[in-house]
């Protein structure tokens, strides 16, 4: 069987060296077929942008040799000479900015700087050619010696583009991979000002009203907007993932996956594959994740596991998602229970915004791959469109819960599990400590101030029930008895204990107390006969607690319903 070529993204070597390639060819001739200067490709990471660049980069450069083999037996060879007579035709500019990282500015400018010193050597040709300007090959010469002045790096791409196209008498390609890669950096690391001032001159320059520009094609995770680097492109047709048009060509299609499942002889693994790596939405495609398929059929054990989500630190999603209010917590928490959440979606990210505007936030979980959109509806009094948003997956599921898991750790200070311990245990007094001071560390008196604080409340208990997840079933708001029980916590041995958790709020008009709102609780519990569900799995020890709140103010009280 051919090898995996995971982590190999020049199609070149995949090409040469016979690995498993799922033919994405047919991408080249709907870049031909495109009305469009330039187009941005905006998908998560690992999902085949670079090795699809590096694919347009020998289909169409023009150079000594020839790379038709390459294509031999690929769907774009099966469609006529008006595409064959494309191919090896233009000068090509290729860059990819996926290592363009550090912790300072002039680290990152650094290695820009060295990406563009490798991509003049690709073409000493030109520095020869008796035709060159004197200027131009002094710039190009400081430029490949990484030693050019940052004005004449601002303008780098554009001198290239119009000194190649002199040469070989042909307007340019220009292809940039990850072009966004260096602002999030920037962003994380302080100096987000500079990275986009650069990046907005750099690519204005060459993409807007260049001459020796025949097209364009860009790929990165988000579509930065506004201010930021598009401000003056209007000639950049963008193809997210909620577009239809290109929506196969970035990872694997369900059809690609049940081959590639029954080459490697893995096809009785595909309901596990589907509930791991499938869920993404592409416009209307189903997509799996290319990554994890590949390191999947690779590991070779049978077992699915977290590849993608393990691919880097997701710092910015962490740290994004640490800085958002309770009530994003309320959401996720919703999420990671299987549910949906309806928001407005914006194409146009500004990262600057992220850590105050919810929509942007959404946004940019639903186009870097860690959420999907399964359905759409126009609001008319509100002239926008809002989207009903999923966890596509349980990879990504796992790394929500691994960040919620975080989340209690910080709250509660020790380690949760003692917490948990307590509860499962029916140690109610040891838990009420630990759950009292969780409160106090993680819960906002602004969030608190909501006309629904039970949500909140409901939502921080069901995020740290999560870690018992190997040993207890967690349900919520579902129907039992004669109504529908706040949180039912069900063990997977039935010898254990059951609980079952109602919370109530004071309302201080009525002459309601903690102690009051508590024993209203756990009579509602009795009343409405919540342990039916725990009595017919078979659970003997069942235990109400009713959660009362005011405020940070907690008080809990127990009931035990029946037991061994």
Same mark, same amino acid.
């Given at each position: 069987?051919?090898?995996? @070529?995971?982590?190999?993204?020049? $199609?070149?070597?995949?090409?040469? !060296?016979?690995?498993? +390639?799922?033919?994405?060819?047919?991408?080249?001739?709907?870049?031909?077929?495109?009305?469009?200067?330039?187009?941005?490709?905006?998908? *998560?990471?690992?999902?085949?942008?670079?090795?699809?660049?590096?694919?347009?980069?020998?289909?169409?450069?023009?150079?000594?040799?020839?790379?038709?083999?390459?294509?031999?037996?690929?769907?774009?060879? /099966?469609?006529?000479?008006?595409?064959?007579?494309?191919?090896?035709?233009?000068?090509?500019?290729?860059?990819?900015?996926?290592? %363009?990282?550090?912790?300072? +500015?002039?680290?990152?400018?650094?290695?820009?700087?060295?990406?563009?010193?490798?991509?003049?050597?690709?073409?000493?040709?030109?520095?020869?050619?008796?035709?060159?300007?004197?200027?131009?090959?002094?710039?190009?010469?400081?430029?490949?010696?990484?030693?050019? /002045?940052?004005?004449?790096?601002?303008?780098?791409?554009?001198?290239?583009?119009?000194?190649?196209?002199?040469?070989?008498?042909?307007?340019?390609?220009?292809?940039?991979?990850?072009?966004?890669?260096?602002?999030?950096?920037?962003?994380?690391?302080?100096?987000?000002?500079?990275?986009?001032?650069?990046?907005?001159?750099?690519?204005?320059?060459?993409?807007?009203?260049?001459?020796?520009?025949?097209?364009? %094609? !860009?790929?990165?995770?988000?579509?930065?907007?506004?201010?930021?680097?598009?401000?003056?492109?209007?000639?950049?047709?963008?193809?997210?993932?909620?577009?239809?048009?290109?929506?196969?060509?970035?990872?694997?299609?369900?059809?690609?996956?049940?081959?590639?499942? &029954?080459?490697?002889?893995?096809?009785?693994?595909?309901?596990?594959?589907?509930?791991?790596?499938?869920?993404?939405?592409?416009?209307?495609?189903?997509?799996?994740?290319?990554?994890?398929?590949?390191? $999947?059929?690779?590991?070779?054990?049978?077992?699915?596991?977290?590849? +993608?989500?393990?691919?880097?630190? #997701?710092?910015?999603?962490?740290?994004?998602?640490?800085?958002? @209010?309770?009530?994003?917590?309320?959401?996720?928490?919703?999420?990671?229970?299987?549910?949906?959440?309806?928001?407005?979606?914006?194409?146009?990210?500004?990262?600057?915004?992220?850590?105050? !505007?919810?929509?942007?936030?959404?946004?940019?979980?639903?186009?870097?791959?860690?959420?999907?959109?399964?359905?759409?509806?126009?609001? =008319?009094?509100?002239?926008?469109?809002?989207?009903?948003?999923?966890? *596509?997956?349980?990879? %990504?599921? +796992?790394? $929500?819960?691994?960040?919620?898991? =975080?989340?209690?750790?910080?709250?509660?200070?020790?380690?949760?599990?003692?917490?948990? =311990?307590?509860?499962?245990?029916?140690?109610?007094?040891?838990?009420?400590?630990?759950?009292?001071?969780?409160?106090?560390?993680?819960?906002?008196?602004?969030?608190?101030?909501?006309?629904?604080?039970?949500?909140?409340?409901?939502? $921080?208990?069901?995020?740290?029930?999560?870690?018992?997840?190997?040993?207890?079933?967690?349900?919520? #708001?579902?129907?039992?008895?004669?109504?529908?029980?706040?949180?039912?916590?069900? @063990?997977?041995?039935?010898?254990?204990?059951?609980?079952?958790?109602?919370?109530?709020?004071?309302?201080?008009?009525?002459?309601?107390?903690?102690?009051?709102?508590?024993?209203?609780?756990?009579?509602?519990? &009795?009343?409405?006969?919540?342990?039916?569900?725990?009595?017919?799995?078979?659970?003997?020890?069942?235990?109400?607690?009713?959660?009362?709140?005011?405020?940070?103010?907690?008080?809990?009280?127990?009931?035990?319903?029946?037991?061994?």
């Amino acid at each position: 069987m051919k090898k995996i @070529p995971k982590g190999i993204s020049d $199609f070149k070597k995949v090409r040469r !060296l016979n690995c498993e +390639w799922v033919d994405k060819s047919l991408l080249i001739q709907e870049v031909i077929d495109s009305s469009s200067e330039v187009i941005l490709f905006p998908r *998560p990471r690992r999902f085949g942008k670079t090795l699809n660049l590096s694919m347009l980069r020998y289909f169409f450069e023009k150079g000594e040799e020839s790379s038709a083999d390459l294509f031999e037996g690929t769907r774009i060879q /099966q469609h006529g000479d008006v595409y064959a007579q494309e191919q090896g035709k233009y000068p090509v500019i290729f860059l990819s900015f996926k290592e %363009v990282k550090g912790d300072s +500015w002039e680290l990152c400018y650094k290695k820009i700087c060295d990406v563009f010193a490798e991509e003049v050597k690709r073409h000493l040709a030109i520095l020869s050619h008796e035709a060159l300007d004197p200027v131009d090959l002094i710039q190009l010469t400081a430029i490949k010696q990484t030693a050019a /002045q940052e004005h004449v790096m601002n303008n780098s791409l554009k001198l290239l583009s119009h000194v190649l196209s002199q040469y070989h008498q042909q307007k340019v390609i220009v292809l940039i991979d990850e072009y966004d890669v260096p602002i999030h950096n920037a962003y994380l690391s302080g100096f987000y000002a500079q990275a986009i001032s650069f990046m907005r001159t750099l690519l204005g320059a060459v993409l807007k009203d260049n001459t020796a520009l025949h097209k364009g %094609v !860009l790929t990165g995770a988000l579509r930065i907007a506004k201010e930021s680097i598009f401000t003056d492109l209007n000639n950049v047709s963008t193809y997210s993932v909620l577009n239809k048009q290109y929506s196969s060509y970035f990872g694997f299609t369900e059809k690609e996956v049940t081959a590639l499942l &029954e080459t490697y002889h893995l096809s009785s693994m595909l309901d596990d594959v589907k509930k791991w790596y499938n869920g993404y939405q592409f416009g209307e495609t189903t997509i799996y994740n290319p990554w994890s398929i590949l390191s $999947f059929i690779e590991n070779g054990e049978r077992e699915c596991r977290p590849y +993608w989500v393990n691919t880097s630190d #997701n710092a910015l999603i962490r740290q994004l998602m640490a800085r958002q @209010p309770t009530q994003f917590r309320v959401d996720f928490e919703l999420l990671i229970q299987g549910g949906t959440v309806e928001k407005t979606i914006s194409e146009h990210i500004v990262l600057s915004e992220l850590n105050h !505007l919810s929509e942007q936030v959404y946004s940019f979980l639903l186009f870097t791959g860690y959420l999907r959109a399964i359905d759409k509806r126009f609001d =008319q009094l509100e002239n926008q469109f809002y989207y009903t948003l999923q966890i *596509p997956n349980l990879e %990504v599921k +796992w790394l $929500f819960e691994q960040i919620f898991r =975080q989340w209690l750790e910080k709250g509660v200070g020790d380690d949760p599990r003692l917490m948990l =311990q307590a509860l499962v245990s029916g140690k109610i007094g040891d838990f009420s400590i630990y759950f009292s001071d969780y409160v106090m560390n993680s819960v906002s008196l602004f969030d608190l101030a909501d006309r629904q604080p039970e949500r909140i409340y409901h939502a $921080f208990v069901l995020g740290m029930l999560v870690l018992l997840k190997g040993s207890h079933e967690i349900k919520s #708001n579902r129907e039992s008895g004669l109504g529908r029980y706040d949180v039912l916590l069900i @063990p997977k041995d039935t010898s254990q204990l059951g609980l079952i958790i109602e919370f109530k709020r004071t309302f201080a008009e009525r002459g309601d107390t903690l102690a009051s709102a508590a024993e209203a609780a756990l009579q509602q519990i &009795e009343e409405k006969q919540y342990q039916q569900e725990l009595k017919q799995r078979g659970i003997a020890s069942i235990l109400a607690l009713g959660i009362a709140f005011q405020g940070k103010q907690v008080l809990i009280k127990e009931k035990i319903l029946s037991e061994q």
